[in-house]
């Protein structure tokens, strides 16, 4: 975590301001604070900021408006909103839209909140790391990321491997392989912003938590651009959960218009986890996983991809 983490809080109510600098008294923060959203933006254009926390119902100026110009002022700010349970849906909308990277209920939870701030401020060092990483730094970077999520150790690794023995079959220049090996150790790089409770939780998830954990590919993409990466690693981190038929996730792309890399990525994302443990099933073997790829050859993924890479394993035709 850097020294100089700046964190700017707006809220038209100065008890409440007052009570949000307590939470962080213990920590090495600047604090700024500030009834206006007004004020709040004339701030960010003089000072650096890690992270915006605003509430939502403000006069003059609602809170979504302020994080939607506080976007274009301070576009490396990690921007988290407030909210009423009344106004909930306000602030979902407002992080699909990518103007929020998180939002919080009043009245809150103090511990909640102190995580939400510290994954808000991991996402924004994140940036900055991935900025000025070589190769080295990406991967440790990589390992990082896994964890949160214990039961993923290991998972970018191989899915790197996977991912660059089909790239090699198929003929991909150099650099296509270098961004598929960057892509594939950063793909759940969007992670960061989901709960752990949530990554870890032993059950199938509820359809308000498989919306905050399809965030991950828009989050981690928006890390990936905000870190200048090449467009091919973005396009790993946002688009690998497309389906080939089009009923995947974010963009409902299909067929050839998911990008190649993304596409390679999937396959071999798709039978790491089904091979690997996780908190609500065992391992399964690589011959079912095989089965599976090939079930869902045309729907969920390309058929000329899975094929290549059921030769890498061993559960080909060739």
């Known amino acids: 975590m850097y020294p100089a983490t700046t964190i700017l809080l707006v809220d038209d109510e100065e008890n409440i301001l007052r009570s949000l600098k307590r939470i962080f008294m213990d920590q090495d923060f600047r604090i700024l604070a500030t009834t206006s959203p007004f004020d709040a933006l004339e701030l960010l254009k003089t000072n650096a900021v890690s992270v ?35 106004d909930v849906h306000a602030a979902i909308d407002a992080i699909n839209k990518g103007e929020v990277f998180k939002f ?30 070589d190769e080295s730094k990406l991967y440790s970077l990589a390992q990082t990321i896994e964890l949160k ?10 899915v790197a491997q996977y991912s660059l023995a089909m790239a090699e079959l198929m003929g991909l220049e150099n650099d296509q392989r270098t961004f598929i090996k960057h892509g594939s150790w950063l793909h759940d790089c969007g992670k960061i912003g989901v709960p752990e409770a949530i990554l870890n939780f032993n059950g199938p998830l509820s359809p308000e938590q498989m919306d905050i954990v399809r ?5 981690g993409a928006e890390v990936a651009r905000l870190a200048r990466l090449p467009e091919a690693v973005i396009n790993i981190i946002l688009f690998h959960h497309e389906k080939y038929d089009g009923t ?5 792309l299909k067929g050839d218009r998911i990008p190649v890399e993304a596409r390679i990525v999937s396959v071999a994302d798709i039978y790491d986890a089904l091979t690997s443990a996780r908190p609500y099933r065992g391992a399964m073997s690589a011959g079912k996983a ?20 059921l030769k890498i394993i061993g559960n080909g035709d060739g």
């Open 248 to 252: 995947g996730y974010p963009a409902n």
């Open 149 to 158: 999520d214990p039961y993923t150790r290991g998972h970018c690794d191989r």
């Open 215 to 219: 965030n991950h590919s828009r989050w």
């Open 290 to 309: 095989a089965g599976i790829l090939v079930e869902g050859k045309a729907t969920h993924s390309d058929p000329a991809i899975v094929d290549i890479f």
């Open 104 to 133: 919080l209920t009043k009245p809150w939870d103090v511990e909640e909140f102190r995580n939400v701030v510290f994954d808000s401020i991991n996402r924004h060092d994140m940036v900055h790391s991935l900025r000025q990483a």
């Open 52 to 86: 915006i926390i605003s509430d939502n119902l403000m006069p003059g100026m609602s809170g979504i408006d302020f994080l939607q110009q506080a976007k274009f002022l301070s576009p490396e700010s990690v921007r988290v909103m407030m909210t009423g349970y009344a």
